[in-house]
């Protein structure tokens, strides 16, 4: 079959889908509806596999058809198949089938059901296009096109003001580093003269290391990656996203929509292995992120909200693969992520199911006789995630802290700190969740029950491929590695000390043997507080004091950016309303005022009388010659 | 005579229109305009794409003055033939959900003006084009004032003489210029032709002011920061065919004035004082959406969102890039669509609850899914998302006034973060939370209602998707208008 053909329907089916679901909503009969949207995802998820084991190494490229043009600027409507983009098209439309078939089980009393699932096919339809353009307006279409899905699905339940509140919000801090990438992609057209990503690539290996304007065009991309991947200042909007339903966390808020930046630097790896400042900036920004997030994790209730931070923290720690040109690293990390951090999600979804839709752990405890898939599930998606071997996330993240150590101790000091707290929240939601006894109210403890097998399915598979994801890229030179190589050339060549630092085997098992033994530290800890313990944590109204309070309440970021950004705005908006509109009126009422009153004193002129008519005359004729005369005109 | 026919198919109707007395008047006023809907899509699908001036009619008029009543389409005005032709049906049928007094007078004085607006796109006269200037004005002020709001008399007085002012300016400019035409050798002979401005040798002095009689005249109709102070009151307070008249093809005159005059005959004031105008027009798009997001009513916020928009096709032209001007012209036809649909979302739902007031509203899309997905396609075509319409125009325009001053494309580019929070906060106060008394039972869509909506969510993504059908059919004309550009 054609090339060009396969790559049109991928993101055909989940489009053909969402125009199903969404045209025939409340026609379609609910059994029909998770079938169809399903089909839509299993479909590109079998297109994709048709083109991976068709894959020669060379990247294929598709035009549809030249869609804004004016001048010498053409941009096209065309995908790129290459190694990057199948790993992102293996992502998202496996894990992406996956939710979807797991949302049937999860969303199917929902009023909106259909409306639901012609939302996930739509941001399907979108994710992919932003994977597979073939340049980066084509990426920008996808890029806002999940933005407005993911707004959409997190206001979902719409009658609940909060909800839309964490929506718009979602939406607005998208939109600043769409910005950014927005004056990125102007940038790019005034120094290349093209979107193409193959002719700003080649083009790009004649610049040299350190290029200013490569330097602008990288922090503005970066932007938008800050935006979508939820860093440091821009990640406030994910934590509030977990309104949306639990699939809609899992798919988009975790493990592909998010991952959109780290996608998006790897695809310009040339640019930002030509920018060294900006790898430095993107390793500070990271660093701080996933510390912080992961601080803030320790001290969350809600379930989600806990899942929420791990993932802005994680997302921290692929960036901070990328900072130190660590490209493969990144990607692998987003790979093992998308596994196991869906699989949380899913797991957290099958427990708020159960729960009646309780999301607090203190409510919960002791779930792990009622809920027995579910929690060995979610206790191989921890083992994963805290990085303990031979989980797929040991793997992962150790080869970007390897990485990282060559580069900076200090960063990588600091990363293994993070490296403790995830392991301690991720644990410590464990304890709460499943060990102990049931916190809950005796109608909850009532309806208990394990998740259908539509649910359960999903977790079973995303559990297996957490545990054996490692296998990708096993340490030495994995397949991954491999895989990947040929999206590296043009790094190499522009700025091979960037590359090619190998990591001696001796201290490469050092370094394993810290991270696990601080992974493993952490859980015990973990587990020395809240099952020989026995602790929960304070309930709401308790009193913090210290670092406690500020920790719990996030470090008061977002009432930060509410006095320091939000009111003022708000402020001036009054203010130019009330004031500015007014003065400026003013100033037109006051010429209007002059005008009339100047006519007023000019009418007096219009006597009747003849004579001053004539004298007028004749006054005007003299000063008319006088001027005349000495002037030249 | 395909020219001629836009101009006085709707003379004719209109004055017809007049004489009857029936209940069947508005169907029609609706005939009519679908009938110049065709003519006017006949022209733009037989419009060949290149940068010469089609459809012409051309009669002696002030024959002794060189005045000539001739006219003809071309790639800068094709666009805004579609634009009327297209928008002019949609506000017929919109205004059917209420009853207005006069109706034969009500929907004649939308076809007069109608007839107007092809004249100024059409023109190829300067003075011709001057009359059809000012005789738009005549049909939306009675339209305001005899069907307006509360405050329509001070407000519509206020906007009228504002506009006229505005165009002395210009009415100044073309004599001047007129006055410079002729032919050597034969003193006192002189041409009122556009194209004939084109080739003037104009000092850098008569350039520069002859470049702010324009500009006042045209940045008043747009209008452009701080010449907009008439403009949202005039909006709220005119019923709202007139609003979309105003809002929808009216201020494109000014877009269009600028493109038809200021570029090509003073290129070079353009480029002395172009910095000037693309800052106001830049300062004009951040402070009309800051006020926007602190709006409750939604005739006035979508007012603001409008000036904004208007704000973003000014700096386009003022940075005399392809890009600029080519994003401005689909701007054009982008915004039209968008705010004509927006303003009539808010009067659907005005019409039903009595209010456009954002606190007295919400919940409404609890029993309106097709109104939700049709005010949700409007918004986003608004907000410029990709695959919309709204997207290739500010694209287009961000990026040419990028190209012209980085600062500027990055401050004007604040428009895509501002539209989206005054945008979906109207959109979420309206339609998502709880319901109000007043939303409590909301019908959904009626057909003639959906009538409306229907073609105008076809061309947000047709434009979205497929813009080269509109991009290609104005570019020879921009490229040919930009040779007179000071390098």
Redesign the interface.
């Known amino acids: 079959m054609q090339t060009d053909l396969l790559c049109s329907l991928i993101p055909l089916f989940p489009l053909i889908g969402f125009a199903i679901n969404g045209l025939g ?2 026609k379609v009969p609910t059994s029909l509806v998770g079938a169809i949207s399903s089909a839509a995802a299993l479909a590109s998820f079998a297109v994709t596999l048709m083109l991976f084991s068709g894959f020669s190494g060379q990247p294929i490229k598709a035009t549809l ?7 010498s ?1 053409h941009i096209n409507f065309s995908f790129q198949i290459d190694q990057l983009s199948l790993l992102m098209l293996l992502i998202v439309t496996g894990v992406g089938s996956l939710i979807h078939i797991y949302s049937i089980g999860y969303m199917k009393h929902d009023e909106g059901f259909g409306k639901f699932m012609a939302f996930l096919n739509l941001f399907l339809f979108f994710m992919l296009l932003l994977v597979t353009g073939s340049n980066y ?1 084509i990426m ?2 996808g890029w ?2 999940v933005g ?1 899905c993911s ?1 959409l699905l997190i ?1 979902f339940w ?4 909060n909800y ?2 964490a929506a ?1 919000k979602a ?2 801090m998208n ?2 580093g ?2 950014g990438f ?2 990125g992609i ?1 940038l790019l ?2 120094t290349f003269g093209s979107v193409e990503y193959t002719d700003i690539f080649e083009q790009a290996t004649r610049f040299a290391v350190g290029d200013k304007m490569i330097l602008a065009i990288t922090l503005l991309l970066f932007v938008g990656a800050m935006g979508k991947s939820a860093q440091i200042p821009l990640y406030t909007w994910l934590p509030d996203a977990m309104a949306g339903p639990t699939p809609v966390s899992a798919l988009i808020h975790a493990a592909t929509m998010v991952t959109a930046g780290i996608y998006m630097i790897v695809r310009s790896n040339v640019l930002y292995t030509l920018s060294p400042v900006t790898l430095e900036i993107i390793g500070f920004i990271a660093i701080a992120t996933a510390i912080l997030a992961a601080s803030i994790g320790l001290l969350q209730n809600d379930i989600k909200k806990v899942l929420a931070y791990s993932t802005v923290s994680q997302l921290g720690y692929m960036f901070l693969g990328l900072s130190v040109a660590a490209y493969t690293s990144g990607m692998f990390h987003v790979i093992t992520h998308a596994f196991f951090k869906a699989l949380l999600f899913l797991g957290a979804g099958s427990v708020i199911h159960a729960m009646s839709d309780e999301q607090d752990i203190r409510k919960m405890g002791g779930l792990r006789k009622h809920l027995p898939v579910t929690f060995i599930t979610f206790l191989l998606g921890t083992i994963a995630i805290a990085g303990i071997p031979p989980f797929a996330g040991f793997f992962s993240k150790d080869e970007i802290l390897a990485h990282v150590f060559l580069h900076n101790k200090a960063l990588w000091a600091l990363g293994l700190v993070g490296s403790a707290m995830t392991s301690f929240y991720m644990f410590r939601l464990l304890f709460l969740t499943f060990f102990g006894e049931f916190r809950g109210t005796q109608e909850q403890h009532h309806h208990l029950h394990e998740s259908p097998a539509t649910m359960t399915l999903p977790l079973i598979v995303l559990a297996v491929l957490s545990v054996i994801g490692g296998l990708l890229n096993l340490p030495g030179g994995g397949w991954l590695t491999h895989f990947m190589e040929p999206l590296f050339a043009g790094s190499a060549q522009v700025n091979p000390e960037a590359f090619g630092h190998e990591i001696d085997h001796g201290t490469e098992y050092m370094l394993m043997g810290i991270s696990t033994a601080v992974a493993i530290g952490s859980a015990i800890a973990a587990y020395v507080v809240y099952i020989s313990r026995n602790a929960v944590p304070a309930p709401e109204s308790a009193e913090r004091s210290g670092i406690a309070k500020l920790v719990y309440n996030k470090y008061f970021v977002d009432e930060l950016y509410e006095v320091a950004i939000v009111r003022p ?2 402020a ?3 203010l ?2 009330n004031a ?2 007014f003065i ?2 003013g ?2 009422n006051a010429v ?1 005022w002059l005008v009339r009153a100047a006519s007023a004193q000019l009418r007096l002129l219009q006597s009747g009388s003849i004579g001053f008519y004539v004298f007028a005359m004749v006054f005007s004729i003299a000063v008319i010659v006088i001027v005349r005369f000495f002037v030249r005109f | 005579m395909l020219t001629l026919s836009l101009i006085l198919l709707p003379v004719v109707a209109a004055t017809l229109l007049l004489l009857i007395k029936s209940p069947a008047v508005k169907t029609l006023a609706l005939g009519a305009a679908l009938v110049e809907l065709a003519l006017a899509a006949y022209a733009f699908a037989t419009f060949k794409a290149d940068a010469q001036m089609q459809f012409e009619f051309d009669y002696p008029w002030i024959a002794s003055a060189g005045i000539r009543f001739s006219g003809g389409i071309d790639g800068i005005s094709v666009l805004l033939v579609l634009l009327t032709g297209l928008l002019t049906p949609l506000i017929v049928l919109s205004a059917f959900g209420r009853d207005y007094d006069r109706p034969s007078t009500f929907y004649s004085l939308i076809l007069y003006m109608q007839a107007a607006l092809m004249g100024v796109f059409t023109a190829r006269d300067a003075f011709l084009f001057y009359l059809f200037f000012e005789a738009a004005l005549i049909p939306v002020y009675f339209l305001a004032a005899m069907w307006g709001g509360e405050k329509r008399i001070a407000v519509t007085f206020k906007f009228f ?2 506009t006229i002012f505005g165009s002395l300016f210009m009415l100044v400019a073309l004599v001047y210029l007129y006055y410079q035409t002729g032919v050597p050798g034969k003193p006192g002979v002189h041409s009122s032709a556009i194209v004939d401005f084109y080739n003037l040798n104009l000092t850098p002095a008569a350039q520069g002011w002859v470049f702010w009689a324009f500009f006042v005249a045209f940045a008043i109709k747009m209008p452009v920061f ?1 010449f ?3 403009q ?1 009151d005039t909006y709220v307070e005119s019923p709202t065919p007139a609003t979309m008249l105003l809002s929808g093809i009216m201020l494109k005159m000014g877009v269009y004035g600028l493109i038809r005059f200021l570029l090509p005959i003073v290129p070079v004031g353009l480029d002395t004082w172009g910095t000037l105008a693309t800052t106001l027009s830049v300062i004009g798009i951040v ?1 009309g959406s ?6 409750r009513d939604m005739k006035r916020l979508i007012a603001y969102s409008s000036f904004a928009h208007v704000g973003l096709m000014a700096a386009g032209v003022f940075s005399q890039t ?2 600029g001007l ?1 994003g401005a012209l689909i701007q054009m036809l982008a915004h039209g669509i968008n705010v004509v649909g927006l303003f009539f979302v808010a009067e659907i739902i005005f019409g039903r609850t009595n209010s456009r007031f954002l606190d007295q509203l919400g ?1 409404i ?2 029993t309106t ?1 097709k109104l939700t997905v049709y005010f949700m396609i409007l918004l ?1 075509g608004s907000v410029a ?3 919309t319409n709204g997207f ?1 125009g500010e ?2 325009l ?2 040419g006034v ?2 012209y001053n980085n600062w500027l ?2 401050v004007a ?2 428009t ?2 501002l539209g ?2 005054y945008m ?2 109207m959109f ?1 106060k309206s ?4 319901t109000s008394a007043r939303t409590e039972t909301f019908d959904d869509l009626s057909g003639a209602e959906s009538w409306v909506l229907l073609p105008l969510a076809v061309m947000v993504f047709w434009i979205g998707i ?3 059908s509109f ?2 059919v104005t ?1 020879p004309a921009v ?1 040919n208008l930009l040779q007179y550009v000071v390098k």
């Open positions: 909503f409340r058809f030249d869609w804004i043009s004016v001048g600027l307006v920008f279409i806002e096109g407005l707004y206001g719409n009658k609940n003001v839309n509140n718009r939406f607005v939109r600043i769409d910005l927005l004056l102007f057209i005034t705005i708000r001036l908006g009054d130019l309303y500015g509109e400026i009126d100033i037109v209007a | 003489i504002y701080p907009h102070t008439w949202p402070y800051i006020i926007a997001i602190r709006q392809a890009n080519q919940g899309t609890r899914p986003l998302l990709p695959l290739v694209f287009l961000l990026n990028f190209a494309g990055a580019g604040l895509i973060i989206a929070v979906l906060r979420q339609m998502f939370g709880p497929y813009p080269n991009l290609k570019e490229m």
